[in-house]
């Protein structure tokens, strides 16, 4: 090795050793030195590549450096083997500086410098971006990228967009093409399999249903019956004097139905007249008067008629009361006792006839406002109807009910009390305290 090259290798080690930074010119020194037989490895040095790749490269472009070598390690150890050298004498080894083995010696102890150079001075640490970014063209600017739109219409990006498009225009119609294509394909072949299943196999299936169910739906008259209402039942009709030239018409009906309720509107018509209409509501399988009270005629009405105008239907369904019978026996039960019948009389005093008795509320359930009629018995006939309203009766209550009456022939040996009002209505109840 020259004394020159020799003076710069060591004042390199001797920066190294001394933990120092080595200034470029150390390394430009070094490299100037050597520079015609290692012209490539001062320009990659210069350009911060990764070293060892360019050595190894050169070792086994040059000197047939077996493959693969990976590190200076292996380096130094082929060229041990090589010399016959430790790794000591490396840059003691005074051979011919550029004749035969002597240049490969020169130019193994470069290598061996630089590598250390490389791998001890932090500016010539690269990473593989670094390598790459240095083997490659360095991109020139986007012209588009640069431009500004001077009427502020449309942004950089947006034309970035257009001219995407306008470059893919073709293979996007391609690919809308091909999609309309399958899609028609897949629904349309659908339907064309379905249409041809149909006819051959499922019409005649529709034909058989349709046969089946003809003959298995029974006669509407029939089922009708099981499902519709039954009419009402009247019984008789009578007409009561109870004041002067006032009457009260008077009609026992019955609802047959066993889960309907009637809302009834009705009138009675008699000879001569007619009165006005009137509404009650009848609950499932029960029985009771219904009246008009005081209508005014001058001779008895005689040939009365019951005329009900409209009924009005509803059904009560199982899921709301199951027992419909235990229902209405659970609510609808109030006794009478103390039966007193006080006729009116000039010697006695009593100017009206007078009806006593006791009114008991056997349910488990208070009421507001319910109402009564309280059908007035003479052996065996009726003779009145006396309405009866009990505000705020109780469960369990006992009350006193004193009734008066202004027909001066009446006589009553017994007396029966019709409830009139409807426990389906919640509203009839009584708060529970």
């Known amino acids: 090795m020259p004394e020159n090259g020799r003076a710069a290798v060591s004042r390199l080690f001797v920066v190294l050793r001394s933990g120092k930074s080595v200034v470029r010119r150390e390394v430009v020194e070094f490299a100037a030195i050597f520079g015609e037989l290692f012209r490539d490895v001062f320009v990659v040095v210069d350009q911060f590549p990764s070293v060892f790749r360019v050595h190894h ?43 035969g083995e002597g240049k490969l010696v020169c130019f193994v102890n470069c290598v061996l410098c630089f590598d250390i150079l490389c791998y001890n001075i932090s500016i010539l640490h690269t990473s593989p971006k670094a390598d790459k970014r240095m ?50 394909v897949v629904t349309v072949g659908y339907s064309f399999g379905y249409w041809l299943y149909y006819f051959s196999y499922g019409y005649f299936q529709d034909q058989k249903m349709a046969g089946a169910l003809a003959r298995e739906i029974p006669n509407h008259s ?80 005689t040939a009365p008629r019951l005329v009900i105008e409209k009924v ?28 007193v019948f006080t006729k009116a009389s000039k010697i006695t005093g009593a100017l009206n006839s007078q009806i006593e008795f006791d009114l008991f509320n056997d349910s488990a359930y208070g009421y507001w406002e319910p109402k009564f009629y309280v059908e007035l018995i003479d052996g065996v006939q009726t003779v009145g109807i006396i309405y009866l309203v009990a505000p705020k009766f109780k469960t369990g209550e ?33 708060k529970v305290e």
């Open 57 to 99: 490269t050169l070792l086994q472009t040059c000197y047939g450096l077996p493959s693969p070598c990976d590190r200076v390690d292996d380096l130094v150890e082929w060229y041990q083997k090589k010399e016959g050298l430790s790794m000591a004498d490396h840059l003691t080894h005074r051979p011919s500086p550029w004749q």
């Open 135 to 184: 083997f490659t063209k360095p991109k020139t600017p986007d012209k588009f990228s640069r431009y500004t739109d001077p009427t502020g219409e449309f942004s950089n990006r947006e034309l970035k967009l257009g001219v995407w498009y306008l470059k893919h225009k073709l293979l996007l119609q391609k690919i809308g093409k091909n999609i309309l294509i399958v899609w028609c």
């Open 222 to 301: 029939v089922t009708s019956e099981l499902f519709n209402a039954k009419d009402l039942q009247v019984g008789r009709i009578e007409v009561y004097n109870s004041v002067s030239e006032l009457f009260d018409f008077v009609a026992q009906v019955k609802n047959p139905n066993p889960r309907n309720t009637a809302r009834v509107t009705y009138k009675f018509v008699y000879n001569g007249g007619e009165t006005v209409s009137a509404q009650t509501l009848l609950l499932p399988m029960s029985e009771r008067p219904i009246v008009y009270f005081g209508q005014k005629s001058d001779i008895y009405p």
């Open 312 to 339: 009005e239907w509803k059904r009560i369904g199982a899921e709301e009361v199951p027992d419909i019978g235990a229902f209405l026996s659970e609510r609808m039960n109030f006794t009478m006792e103390n039966f």
């Open 398 to 430: 006992a009350r006193h009910i004193d009734l008066r009456s202004l027909v001066d022939t009446l006589a009553v040996s017994e007396i029966k009390v019709w409830p009139a009002f409807n426990p389906f209505d919640p509203a009839v109840y009584l």
